[in-house]
C-alpha cells in the first residue's frame, strides 16, 4: 500500500514535550531522561470527505531509549533517531511545540531537528534540579502526513476494507478448523462483504486465497496484501470471443458460466473472465483469482 509518487505532497511534523507525569524515583543515583518515541505514517486526501475515513494509517510504532540527564543528549539523540529505524526519510520537516498545535515551523535539515529537541532536553533537565526530580521523560511524536489524490484516496481505502475482509475469512477458516461452528448467516455475512469490498460476487476466491495463506502461515504472521495491477496493463489484457471450449468453463470471479459468442477477457497466464468481474478484481489485486499469476503493478 505505500506509495512512491513523488507527486504526492508530505510533510513531517516532529515534537518533543516534557511527560513527567511518571512518579519520581528519588533514589537514582543520577538524573535519568527517558525518551518515548512515537513514530507515525499516514495518507489523507486532497479533497477532505466527512462522509469517509479522515485517514488512512500506514505505520505506527513506538521506541524508548534511556539517558543520563548529566551527560549531553545530542549524540544520544542522533543514535536514537538512527536506532529507531525510521521507514521515511525525515525531509520536509516541521517543528511544533505541541503535537496538537495546529502552527509549524519549517526546519531546515535534520540537524535543525536535533537542536530543536536538544533544547528541550535542556530545559526539561534545568527545571529537574530546580525541583530535585530524578527520574525524567520526554514525549516526542514524529508524524508523516501524505496527501493523496482524492481517487486514489478512495481506491486505497477500499483496498484496505477489502484486506480487513480478507483477514476476516481467515480468521473463520481458523477458527472452524479450531471446532467452531458457523452458522449460515454468518457465512452470508460474510458474503456479502466480500460483495461490498469489490472482490467479486462469490465468498469462494477470497476464501480460497484466505485458506492458503492460512495453510502457510501461522495466524501471527498471515498478512495479505492487495495491490492493484497497473492501469496500462489491465488495458492491455486480450479481449476473446468465448467458444465452445470456454462455455463449459466458470467465471472463477461471479461463479456464473460463460456464454458462447460473448466477449470475455483473458489473463497472460490463459485464465479467462468476464471483462466486468475482473478489471475490478484487478483494481484491487495484481494477481490473477486462480492460479495467482501477477500482473504489472505501479
Request: glycine letters at 4%.
Amino acid at each position: 500500500m505505500a506509495l512512491s509518487n513523488s507527486n504526492h505532497h508530505s510533510k513531517i511534523f516532529v515534537s518533543a514535550t516534557p511527560y513527567n507525569v511518571f512518579k519520581d524515583d528519588p533514589s537514582l543515583e543520577f538524573p535519568i531522561i527517558t525518551f518515548k518515541c512515537n513514530v507515525k505514517m499516514g495518507y489523507r486526501s486532497d479533497k477532505p470527505d466527512k462522509t469517509i475515513p479522515s485517514y488512512i494509517r500506514q505505520h505506527d510504532s513506538w521506541h524508548e531509549f534511556l539517558h543520563p540527564a548529566n551527560d549531553s543528549a545530542r549524540d544520544s539523540i542522533s543514535s536514537f533517531l538512527l536506532d529507531a529505524r525510521i521507514p521515511f526519510p525525515l525531509t520536509n520537516l516541521h517543528w511544533k511545540k505541541h503535537d496538537y498545535d495546529k502552527e509549524s515551523t519549517p526546519l531546515m535539515s535534520t540537524d535543525c531537528l536535533i537542536s530543536s529537541m536538544l533544547d528541550v532536553c535542556n530545559n526539561t533537565i534545568d527545571a529537574a534540579r530546580e525541583s530535585g526530580r530524578k527520574k525524567l521523560f520526554m514525549l516526542v511524536m514524529i508524524k508523516k502526513q501524505v496527501i493523496v489524490l482524492h481517487d486514489e484516496y478512495l481506491a486505497m481505502l477500499k483496498a484496505n476494507q477489502a484486506q480487513e475482509v480478507l483477514r476476516q475469512a481467515e480468521g473463520m477458516i481458523q477458527l472452524q478448523a479450531q471446532g467452531w461452528n458457523f452458522g449460515q448467516s454468518d457465512w452470508q455475512s460474510m458474503v456479502d462483504a466480500v460483495r461490498q469490498a469489490g472482490l467479486g460476487n462469490s465468498i469462494r476466491n477470497a476464501l480460497d486465497l484466505a485458506f492458503e495463506r492460512v495453510t502457510r502461515e501461522s495466524m501471527e504472521h498471515a498478512v495479505i496484501k492487495l495491490v492493484p495491477a497497473a492501469a496500462t496493463s489491465i488495458q492491455a489484457l486480450e479481449k476473446v470471443t468465448s467458444n465452445a471450449s470456454t462455455s463449459k468453463e466458470k467465471c472463477s470471479v461471479c461463479m456464473e458460466e460463460m456464454v458462447i459468442g460473448s466477449q470475455v477477457t483473458r489473463l497472460p497466464c490463459s485464465h479467462v473472465f468476464h471483462g466486468d468481474c475482473i478489471v475490478p478484481w484487478l483494481n484491487t489485486s495484481h494477481m490473477c483469482p486462480i492460479c495467482r499469476f501477477k500482473l504489472p503493478t505501479t
